[in-house]
């Protein structure tokens, strides 16, 4: 097997056994590049001198045994995290050329491991979208089957792991861009519980619901990410000070005595009937692993697009003032007074969805609507997350489809927002509430396409999704498949 088409953690016992350095590990992974980037276009930035620097150091930390734990991996990252290295674009034309003056404390934790950061990847243009189409600069492919989605907003983390392109990356989560284009390009992710991981660095799109975390080959590889970016940082006030376990333990448990609940509202109608078959496979693994299957409700299911649809673009609109055509980026020189001068940059510098979600944003927390919209959103969300403390009584952890269908061809819902919003309509509950949700993939359809299952825990429970994902994936058997390309 060529370097590049390893596991994190195979890539690891490679370079702890000596059989390959830093050096050559990275070497692949960029030939791999070149020969699949052409289609995939996962990457806006890739910093090969960089991480070829960082990949000689990393050998020599190893050599002299201060090699972190991710010691010589290379990684990669989407493009919404502040890197010094490296522009951070967040796949937008106004943030085209900025390079922030700081890391963020993910990139730092990442580098602190020992790991090589190759480059950033594509995005939907502040996270705002569901197959990464809304990039300003180029959409990413499902290495599955070019010219279908990769997912998003997360859609080039997702697809550069996928065709081993990167050994793991970073995506964003704020309604699901993390879980679903797993599910999608058939790779793990997860959204940690809101607080786990720090946020200072990640560019806000909603504060109150953004979470960064890992999108892998794998489980144990998801695990091994975890260990690394979780944990308390003085400089996001969000985040908690709790203890972080070491996640690769949950990986040897098995799942006596574990409840899944299994909630009637998440398979309802527009469910995919291959997504729904793959699921309830799922579900009968668990099962046969020892867990004991039990009937869950969350009533307000139905609610979750409105509230999601207001709430997150009332904070963006709020988060995106900031980009004003003075303090960063992109800047209109044709204006000839400050109103004129915002008002050019923004209207030239945002796309459609992101002016899209501003209004929106903007009228639901005008005086005279802020009751009737965003208050009345808030007090759903409150009904939401009650749902899910009610379900969790019964049940350890909750396992529902990811997205209710297989990726489908680029183009197709791009022009239909409404459409795209409803795709979300499984995983937003997960960040309207703050606990941890993970994908893992379970099976394909008969065209090959990959399908996730999505777990959900309480949270800070994210221990309990890894052991029902390994036991999972064990059986599941789909691990290690790979796409072929052609
Ligand atoms: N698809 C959702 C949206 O468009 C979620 C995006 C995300 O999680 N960043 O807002």
Request: glycine share 10%.
């Amino acid at each position: 097997m060529e370097h590049y088409a390893f596991t994190l953690h195979g890539a690891l016992d490679l370079l702890d056994s000596g059989a390959v350095t830093s050096v050559a590990l990275t070497e692949s992974v960029l030939a791999r590049i070149d020969a699949v980037e052409p289609q995939v276009q996962a990457y806006l930035a890739l910093d090969r001198e960089g991480a070829m620097r960082q990949a000689e150091q990393a050998d020599h930390l190893r050599k002299i045994g201060q090699g972190g734990p991710l010691c010589g991996v290379p990684l990669a990252v989407k493009d919404v995290l502040c890197t010094t290295s490296m522009p951070t674009t967040c796949g937008s034309r106004i943030l085209e050329h900025f390079v922030a003056p700081y890391d963020a404390t993910v990139i730092t934790r990442l580098a602190q491991a020992g790991s090589v950061l190759l480059g950033k990847l594509a995005m939907d243009e502040f996270a705002m979208g569901s197959t990464s189409e809304n990039c300003a600069f180029q959409t990413p492919n499902n290495p599955w089957k070019i010219g279908y989605v990769a997912g998003g907003s997360s859609g080039g983390s997702a697809a550069a792991v996928a065709a081993d392109e990167c050994f793991a990356s970073l995506g964003t989560d704020t309604g699901g861009s993390i879980r679903q284009p797993a599910s999608l390009c058939g790779t793990v992710g997860m959204k940690p519980t809101y607080g786990r991981v720090s946020r200072y660095g990640l560019v806000a799109f909603a504060s109150s619901l953004d979470q960064v975390g890992p999108l892998t080959k794998d489980v144990q590889d998801c695990a091994l990410m975890m260990n690394t970016i979780s944990g308390y940082d003085p400089q996001d006030s969000t985040s908690i000070q709790l203890p972080v376990p070491d996640y690769t333990e949950a990986l040897l448990e098995g799942l006596q005595g574990v409840r899944i609940g299994v909630p009637r509202e998440y398979f309802g109608e527009g469910l995919d009937p291959e997504v729904d078959r793959v699921v309830r496979q799922g579900i009968a693994m668990l099962k046969e692993a020892g867990a004991t299957i039990v009937d869950v409700t969350l009533p307000h299911t139905d609610y979750c697009v409105a509230v999601y649809y207001l709430i997150a673009p009332a904070e963006a609109s709020s988060n995106l003032a900031r980009f004003d055509g003075v303090r960063y980026g992109f800047r209109d020189r044709t204006a000839d007074s400050l109103i004129d001068l915002y008002k050019r940059s923004r209207s030239q510098g945002f796309g459609d969805e992101v002016k899209r979600r501003i209004l929106i944003g903007t009228y639901a927390l005008s005086a005279g609507y802020y009751d009737a919209y965003y208050k009345k959103a808030s007090q759903v969300r409150t009904l939401i997350k009650d749902d899910f403390a009610k379900a969790f009584s019964a049940c350890d952890l909750i396992i529902s489809p990811v997205c209710p269908t297989p990726s489908w061809k680029i183009g197709d819902k791009a022009d239909d927002p409404l459409a795209m919003y409803l795709s979300d309509i499984l995983t937003l509950s997960a960040n309207l509430a703050g606990i941890p949700g993970m994908s893992v993939p379970c099976g394909f359809n008969a065209e090959g396409l990959p399908i996730g299952v999505q777990l959900q825990a309480t949270h800070f429970n994210e221990s309990i999704l890894f052991r029902a994902a390994y036991n999972l994936e064990q059986r599941a058997g789909v691990a290690g498949k790979k796409p072929v390309f052609v």
